[in-house]
């Protein structure tokens, strides 16, 4: 009599922490700071508007020549933006799934309250509804100017920032979203560092600090810009 053969698989140990909820803490992590790690370079970018318009549209154009001659015009930024892309969706998607099983799991409130979370902490989701969002927009302002106030001028990004700021709704809109990116990064920082395994007794005081310092840094840095347009300084 033949012996049956097994057809089972077991999962694969990547399908495996995909699908744990630690799995998806580590990919929100992860994708968080690559995202970090962009937005402090693409602020430090934003502040050459200060130095005049030759430093800002030269800096434009450099992004594009990045890695010649071995890599062509714009491929650089092209895998930038591809990277980038697929932390924003792996982000997004894992929130929601991590989102929807908490839900699952507390269907009803509780029946004590319990301690209040810091504002940052229970604005996370909303935060990141409204980057999301943002993000959209920004793109289609300055990047493709689908949306640009007045005439959209490419590898001129000194003067469609002075366009889009020169508007009372583009100043309310990115300001809004600087300081919801700010409350998101302060938390979102201190969360990663404990899902990555980096917190312990010794090292969250400096952990704390350093989220607070990130989000303060950020925040003040991007809005630099707006304000700096709006009084006058840039012009």
Known sequence: MALATRTD???????????????????????????????????????????????????????????????????????????????????????????????????????HQK????????????????????IVWHILDLTTGTVHPGGFEHLKPYQNIIDTFSTWYGNVVYIAAVLALGLHVRHGFWSAAQTLGAGSRSRDRALKTTANVLAAVLTLGFIAVPVGVMTGLVS
């Not at 909820?21 to 602020?43: C, F, P, Q």
């Not at 504002?119 to 509804?129: D, E, I, L, Q, S």
Request: proline share 3%.
């Open 115 to 134: 301690k209040r979370a810091s504002y940052a902490t229970r604005t996370m989701r909303w935060g990141g509804v409204i980057l999301g969002l943002f």
């Open 9 to 111: 698989k077991r999962p694969s140990m990547a399908r495996t922490m995909w699908d744990s909820s630690v799995g998806k803490k580590t990919v929100m992590a992860v994708s968080g700071l690559v995202m970090l790690l962009y937005l402090v370079a693409h602020m430090i970018g934003n502040l050459k508007i200060f130095f005049g318009p030759a430093d800002l549209n030269g800096y434009a154009h450099w992004l594009r020549t990045l890695g010649e001659p071995v890599l062509h015009y714009e491929w650089a930024l092209w895998l930038v933006r591809i990277v980038l892309v697929v932390a924003v969706v792996a982000h997004a998607v894992c929130a929601y799934q991590l989102s929807r099983r908490d839900i699952k799991a507390r269907p009803s409130k509780y029946v």
